[in-house]
């Protein structure tokens, strides 16, 4: 059985045992809990025009989910972006941005099985994707683009859900 215990400083220390151990718990924390999962993802389709020299992409990404519980409001992550266009199933639909998070709002309830939400958007990614152009110290270097996403930085490129938020 575990027991929990504080010093006279607010350090935690968890008993198990006969053993001690320091937490890395911090009085001032908060709970950091996984957002709940929604949907699953089956498919992402990016169509991705690239102006190597304004450092901008403009495309669409169709996703292809399947709700995991009752849905009508599907959360993407989608980081400084220019929505223009956002359809459900086919359909024009509703959406909020705030620059960060894209919802899309269905206008009932989605029923089982898959779903296709399509974004069309621009965006000049800060991360995500790096652009390289020549400059004083390297006048040769060749222009190019290229990708390192990881999770956390794949939305700033397209939307998409990032399950570590």
């Known amino acids: 059985m575990e027991s929990f215990s504080e010093d006279r400083r607010g350090a935690v220390f968890v008993t198990s045992g006969e053993r001690r151990y320091r937490s890395f718990y911090l009085p001032e924390s908060r709970p950091h809990f996984a957002r709940s999962k ?28 399947v709700p995991l519980r009752s849905l009508q409001r599907i959360e993407l992550d989608a980081r400084a972006m220019h929505i223009s266009m956002v ?15 894209l919802v899309v709002i269905a206008d009932s309830p989605l029923s089982r099985g ?21 400059d004083e110290a390297y006048p ?20 998409c859900y990032i399950e570590t938020r």
Not at 89 to 98: F, K, S, V
């Open 38 to 65: 929604a949907f699953h993802t089956g498919h992402l389709k990016l169509e991705i025009e690239v102006d190597l020299q304004r450092k901008r992409l403009e495309g669409r990404a169709s996703l292809r989910i």
């Open 87 to 101: 359809t459900l199933d086919g359909g024009e639909c509703r959406y909020e941005y705030d620059n960060e998070k």
């Open 114 to 134: 898959e779903h296709e939400v399509l974004v069309s958007y621009a965006a000049s990614p800060t991360q995500g994707v790096y652009f390289i152009q020549p």
């Open 140 to 159: 040769e270097k060749e222009v190019q683009a290229w990708t390192q996403s990881e999770t956390e930085f794949a939305s700033y490129w397209f939307p």
